[in-house]
């Protein structure tokens, strides 16, 4: 997995897999994620959105019809810290 150090991304669109981001901020960003590895070392989020494809949607599809997970959580706003909400 390549790591990604001390970049703060701005009004960009982030592909998430395969990427270990480390002292990262994200500010207004739309972040994608495919399903694959990836991985946050103190980070932080602002005003981000997350967009799901591929078997990460999958997943997320399989949650909501079981109502595990809450739709406004997978697909609503990000906010600083590891918790997506």
Same mark, same amino acid.
């Given at each position: ?7 703060? %991304? ?8 395969? /990427? /270990?981001?480390?002292? !990262? ?14 991985? %946050?070392? =103190?980070?932080? %989020?602002?005003? !981000?959105?997350?967009? /799901?494809?591929?078997?990460?949607? =999958?997943?997320? =599809?399989? /949650? ?14 990000? =906010? ?6």
């Amino acid at each position: 997995m390549e790591t990604v150090e001390n970049v703060t %991304f701005s009004d960009a669109t982030v592909d998430l897999d395969g /990427l /270990l981001f480390v002292d !990262c901020k994200f500010d207004h960003c739309v972040l994608r994620y495919a399903g694959g590895q990836f991985g %946050f070392h =103190n980070y932080a %989020f602002r005003e !981000c959105t997350l967009q /799901l494809s591929g078997p990460a949607r =999958n997943t997320a =599809n399989l /949650l909501l019809s079981f109502e595990i997970a809450d739709e406004r959580k997978l697909y609503g706003p990000l =906010n600083s810290g590891p918790v997506i909400h």
